[in-house]
């Protein structure tokens, strides 16, 4: 019997994302080779903040994360060689065979983010990324790329965090036409907007969700929209083949919603919602976020706190709504597993044929 694969990992960013991917990794070793084959080695974690960490022949994922508790740092005990080359050197000396890049996402250019897949790609790296920005500013040049270089493109922790929108329409709805995608893409501001029903404040709501750690010092990607928006620009890519751009959005974001709108949207038996809409009008495919007041009966109004909810309308089935978690370091490190997961599968998959 063939010896079973062992992929060669490198990852960009230590933020709470690549932290919790190490974690999934390191904790679950055993059950991802047990039941899905799946054997990693991590040989290159890269971060602006904490450092490098290199070893070709595969980091000790326990020193890792316990010399980072302990530090803050990637330290020296967890590198064997002279980290302070271009990323692009690095990740050749690495020897790793997938980019997993969770660098924090910049909607100004894409940065570092953009780069580093870029070079993975054009090196023969498949990638996996939970950065949205590269996925929604350069998306045809990076799924060209990807196509022309043999390797895969994936980026399901760019949507819903770890909860598979994206698989989901890919797999489970291969073969049916994708005719309209409506929820709520935004974790923080269902956040906000459930506090408020409680009787806070716009201003009260957001400075609990900054305290509860759902909402940045600078909410501005969330609460003007931005997020939701860049989230439908990814949708409209992926699932409609659609050049679209962040600007071609519909965007308002929640700042106008006052205790008294939602009060009236109470009384009659609806919620407020931050709503992101996919819709074909005519041969045009039309995007928006805005916050709308939905009836009960409606299962995006149903929606509480950090979840997300997402309904895409698909003929010959209608309706199909995915539900779950919107984000947080380890739900959308989840996500990435998830995808280093099917590049494995799909990878045997194809020795499976060429030796048949």
């Not at 790609?121 to 990638?127: D, I, K, P, Q, S």
């Not at 029903?197 to 709501?205: F, L, N, S, V």
């Not at 929209?225 to 308002?252: P, S, T």
């Not at 109470?266 to 919602?273: D, H, L, N, P, S």
Request: proline share 4%; net charge negative.
């Amino acid at each position: 019997m063939a010896a079973e694969k062992i992929w060669k990992l490198a990852l960009a960013g230590f933020g709470s994302v690549g932290r919790g991917l190490v974690e999934l990794l390191h904790e679950n070793r055993g059950r991802l080779e047990g039941r899905f084959g799946f054997r990693a080695q991590v040989c290159l974690i890269a971060s602006r903040s904490h450092g490098t960490a290199l070893m070709p022949s595969g980091l000790s994922l326990g020193e890792v994360l316990r010399t980072f508790a302990e530090t803050g740092r990637l330290g020296t005990a967890c590198k064997a060689e002279d980290t302070r080359a271009p990323f692009e050197e690095l990740l050749a000396r690495s020897g790793a065979e997938v980019l997993i890049e969770a660098t924090p996402t910049n909607l100004n250019g894409g940065e570092p983010g953009l780069s580093h897949i870029r070079c993975a790609l054009e090196h023969g790296l498949h990638v996996v990324t939970s950065n949205k920005a590269p996925i929604a500013l350069a998306y045809d040049e990076l799924n060209r790329l990807a196509r022309e270089r043999g390797v895969r493109l994936l980026f399901e922790g760019t949507v819903q965090g770890g909860t598979p929108l994206l698989a989901m329409a890919r797999e489970g709805l291969a073969g049916c036409a994708i005719e309209g995608v409506q929820g709520i893409l935004n974790a923080s501001t269902n956040y906000v907007l459930t506090e408020m029903e409680k009787g806070r404040t716009y201003e009260d709501a957001c400075a609990e969700a900054r305290s509860a750690g759902v909402l940045e010092e600078d909410p501005t990607l969330d609460v003007e929209g931005w997020d939701a928006a860049v989230k439908l620009v990814i949708l409209a890519h992926a699932l409609f083949d659609a050049n679209m751009r962040v600007e071609d959005v519909d965007r308002e974001g929640i700042t106008r919603v006052t205790p008294e709108m939602i009060r009236d949207a109470k009384e009659r038996g609806e919620r407020i919602k931050l709503l992101a809409e996919l819709k074909r009008e005519g041969s045009a495919l039309r995007a928006s976020v805005r916050p709308m007041s939905l009836p009960l009966s409606n299962p995006i109004a149903a929606l509480d706190g950090t979840e997300n909810i997402v309904t895409l309308y698909a003929d010959p089935l209608g309706p199909v709504t995915l539900r779950g978690s919107g984000g947080g370091g380890r739900e959308t490190a989840q996500g990435i597993l998830a995808d280093l997961l099917s590049i494995a599968r799909y990878a045997q998959c194809e020795t499976r044929e060429t030796r048949g």
